[in-house]
């Protein structure tokens, strides 16, 4: 559900931010998990259960958001919420996939931060824009063989609605 979208213009425009927030969230899974996330190792692998999933996320997107609200000018560079809520949920992502070493978590991640974006600031994005943002929770658990495959096969933008 639209994880592709909003990361087309990410990359190129956010500066430095999804990296701080990931950051942040490789120190937390230092601190909290004793993940090396410098020196990888399938012994520092927390099990990806939902609990580490809440945590992880709940940590990282409070954080970010905590530091949008602290520094304005973040929000100017980052316009609109539909690139805040994809970098805020790429930081979760990232951090929660790699402490667990399991992509599902991490996309799990990625959309529990898009429900905690909009819980905290009322909307992902504008003009409709957010859509994309939120559509895909429901399914990032689908297996069933007529809709969707594992998210190591079909990819984090199953179903690619902004895409399509």
Same mark, same amino acid.
């Given at each position: ?7 087309? @213009? ?6 430095? &931010? ?11 899974? *230092?601190? *909290? ?6 020196? /990888?190792? /399938? ?9 580490? +999933?809440?945590? &992880?996320?709940?940590? +990282?997107?409070?954080?970010? #958001? ?7 000018? #973040? #929000?100017?560079?980052? $316009? %609109? ?5 994809? +970098? &805020?949920?790429?930081? !979760? %992502?990232?951090?929660?996939? &790699? @402490? ?10 990625? =959309?529990? @931060? ?12 504008? $003009?409709? =824009?957010?859509?994309?943002?939120? !559509? ?13 495959? #594992?998210?190591?096969?079909? %990819? /984090?933008?199953? /179903? ?5």
């Amino acid at each position: 559900g639209g994880v592709g979208f909003t990361q087309y @213009a990410t990359a190129a425009y956010t500066d430095n &931010i999804l990296d701080e927030f990931t950051y942040y969230g490789m120190d937390y899974i *230092k601190d *909290k998990y004793k993940v090396d996330w410098k020196n /990888p190792s /399938p012994k520092d692998r927390v099990k990806p259960t939902q609990e580490v +999933v809440n945590d &992880i996320t709940t940590e +990282v997107a409070l954080n970010a #958001m905590e530091q949008y609200e602290q520094y304005p000018t #973040m #929000m100017e560079d980052h $316009f %609109g919420g539909s690139q805040r809520a994809g +970098v &805020i949920a790429a930081a !979760c %992502g990232l951090s929660t996939s &790699i @402490a667990t070493g399991n992509s599902n978590a991490g996309l799990n991640a990625w =959309y529990l @931060a898009m429900l905690l974006h909009k819980d905290g600031w009322s909307r992902l994005g504008f $003009f409709g =824009y957010d859509l994309q943002d939120q !559509c895909g929770s429901a399914n990032s658990l689908s297996i069933e063989p007529d809709r969707g495959l #594992m998210g190591e096969l079909r %990819g /984090p933008n199953y /179903p690619n609605y902004a895409m399509n």
